[in-house]
């Protein structure tokens, strides 16, 4: 009977920096929750979201990337990722199809071989490449460890996403229903919130900035239709302020403004954003500093 055959758990994707891990995730959901961007080591917060289906419910968790760790924020880090791999049923390494498979990958599948968890190679990023190169990669992945299934798939051309889950499904536990039917995410709105400014005020900015800034929420006040959000972006030195702010303070401007809209449309009404820029020197070494940053 249907209750016999109910499958419930969780799952996340790993995969080196860049491998496509968010962009997948979203697509998965089909709403913005985690985020995304072209540099790497950008997700920083476990971001949980729950897939309902008549027959299971998926829960998926997002982890930033695993890498050499040059400071304490870099360390936790990882400590945060292996937390998270050893917690879920079901791990999908992600490799992208159109680069070689590397050291980091080789990596990464040798951690969490020695996992309770199933693992499914996802290879990412399919519409970047012909069939023959596509074939050649998954030859290489397969060679890379032991896996329950490998798939290849697109979140840009919504190809094999639903095969995806399908599959990540067939490895979960027989379980009762873990959360409600109307949940999609269990995270705080104000870590939601955050991540948008966060990511709205990364673009367009120097290769080396994206690690130093952070966004902390002081309120998040709800009125009539209205939403009034009033946060804080923080960056390590005050030479980076001028960057953010921009030429009369045009930059943090178009900041808000992206961040503003994209706020509206996840929480549904009219936002107010209001926006300073501090320094926090050297946050990323400061053990009290990361604290306050949420980390
Ligand atoms: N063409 C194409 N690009 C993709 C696809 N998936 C992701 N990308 C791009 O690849 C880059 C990295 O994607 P992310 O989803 O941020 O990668 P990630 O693995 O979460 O990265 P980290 O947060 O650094 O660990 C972004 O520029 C995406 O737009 C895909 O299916 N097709």
Redesign the pocket.
């Known amino acids: 009977m249907a209750d016999n055959s109910y499958r419930a758990g969780f799952a996340c994707f790993v995969?080196r920096?860049?491998?496509?891990?968010?962009?997948?995730t979203n697509a998965i959901i089909g709403q913005k929750i985690a985020i995304?961007?072209?540099k790497?080591?950008?997700?920083r917060h476990i971001i949980r979201a729950v897939l309902h289906r008549p027959e299971s419910q998926l829960v998926l968790v997002d982890t930033?990337?695993l890498h050499r760790p040059r400071t304490l924020l870099g360390e936790r880090l990882n400590d945060l990722v292996r937390a998270t791999w050893s917690e879920v049923d079901v791990i999908g390494l992600?490799i992208p199809a159109n680069e070689p498979v590397g050291k980091g990958d080789t990596f990464i599948a040798g951690e969490i071989a020695a996992l309770k968890a199933t693992v499914v190679a996802v290879v990412?990023?399919t519409?970047?490449v012909d069939k023959e190169t596509l074939a050649k990669q998954l030859l290489a992945v397969t060679a890379l460890g032991e896996f329950a299934d490998v798939v290849p798939v697109?979140?840009?051309?919504n190809s094999q996403l639903d095969t995806l889950v399908d599959v990540m499904v067939g490895h979960l536990p027989k379980s009762p229903q873990l959360y409600p039917d109307d949940m999609l995410t269990d995270e705080p709105e104000h870590v939601l919130v955050g991540e948008m400014i966060r990511e709205a005020a990364l673009e367009g900015v120097r290769d080396e900035l994206p690690h130093s800034i952070a966004v902390l929420i002081q309120e998040i006040i709800p009125e009539d239709g209205l939403t009034k959000v009033y946060a804080d972006i923080y960056i390590e030195r005050q030479s980076q302020k001028a960057i953010m702010i921009g030429a009369r303070g045009a930059r943090l401007k178009e900041v808000g403004t992206k961040a503003r809209l994209q706020i509206q449309e996840l929480l549904g009404t009219k936002v107010y954003l209001d926006l300073h820029v501090r320094v926090a020197k050297d946050w990323q070494r400061d053990p009290r500093q990361l604290r306050r940053l949420g980390f």
């Not at 790497?40 to 997700?43: F, K």
């Not at 697109?154 to 051309?157: F, Q």
């Open positions: 995969g920096p860049n491998a496509g891990k968010s962009t997948l995304t961007s072209n790497p080591q950008t997700t930033p990337g992600c990412t990023k519409d970047l697109s979140a840009v051309a």
